[in-house]
């Protein structure tokens, strides 16, 4: 199988290509290339030109954004096979966030002129966006929540409930850092560490240098304010 073809055919399980024809759906990639990236690597910087569409193949993308005093945000973390940077796409404005590898990542990019072409020939795929853009704004808006009415304590609660699943898997932290979780809740390095150790003085958790086990969930639950 060619390589185009397999990309057609991974494309094609997106809702927006799902209703395009092989032959189609082949056409496109042709109008778009493909890019690897190492970990750490950015594929594209906030407020730069826009840097066109891009659908994630291979690995893990963070889409971040940093605050006026430097603090990086991490809003999102990407996994295959999803659209990322549409609002980029659809107005030719700026890159709203920016992105990068958190793996060794494979996409493939399509910029913004070839994209309003896709969308004048393909407007099912203009139409199915709305039901992307409308999830990623919900998602913007808990972040909101998160940040208007939780305090640091009740973000780092809700976060290890989530990396935790509930308590049913302890963390790696090789995976997260301080400083990663600090930019998922919004806070500082040093804030995630005083927490963790309230955490652990509790009774709430076990921590050592490789992991993170939760030993109460239904006690972070409570500090997060969230039932399960």
């Known amino acids: 199988m060619s390589e185009t073809r397999e990309l057609a055919e991974r494309l094609k399980k997106i809702t927006h290509f799902s209703e395009i024809p092989l032959s189609g759906v082949e056409q496109i990639i042709a109008s778009g290339e493909i890019r690897q990236y190492v970990k750490g690597a950015f594929v594209f910087h906030e ?6 569409m891009f659908v994630l193949l291979n690995g893990q993308v963070n889409l971040s954004k940093l605050g006026p005093e430097g603090k990086e945000g991490i809003l999102n973390t990407l996994e295959p096979v999803i659209m990322f940077n549409e609002v980029s796409a659809l ?32 407007p099912q795929i203009g139409i199915s966006l709305l039901g992307v853009l409308a999830r990623r704004n919900r998602l913007l808006l808990t972040h909101y929540d998160d940040l208007s009415f939780r305090t640091v304590q009740a973000r780092m609660a809700k976060h290890l409930i989530s990396l935790s699943e509930n308590g049913r898997r302890s963390i790696n932290r090789m ?43 239904r006690h972070l639950q409570e500090l997060a304010k969230i039932d399960l």
């Open 47 to 52: 407020g730069d030109e826009s840097a066109g």
């Open 91 to 122: 107005d030719g404005g700026p890159n709203p966030v920016s992105a990068y590898a958190h793996t060794d990542i494979r996409l493939w990019r399509i910029g913004y002129l070839p994209f309003q072409q896709l969308l004048r020939q393909y």
């Open 175 to 217: 995976e997260n850092p301080i400083h990663t979780i600090a930019a998922r809740i919004i806070t500082s390095p040093e804030a995630v560490s005083r927490t963790l150790k309230v955490f652990k003085s509790a009774g709430v958790l076990r921590a050592n240098r490789t992991e993170i086990e939760i030993l109460d969930p």
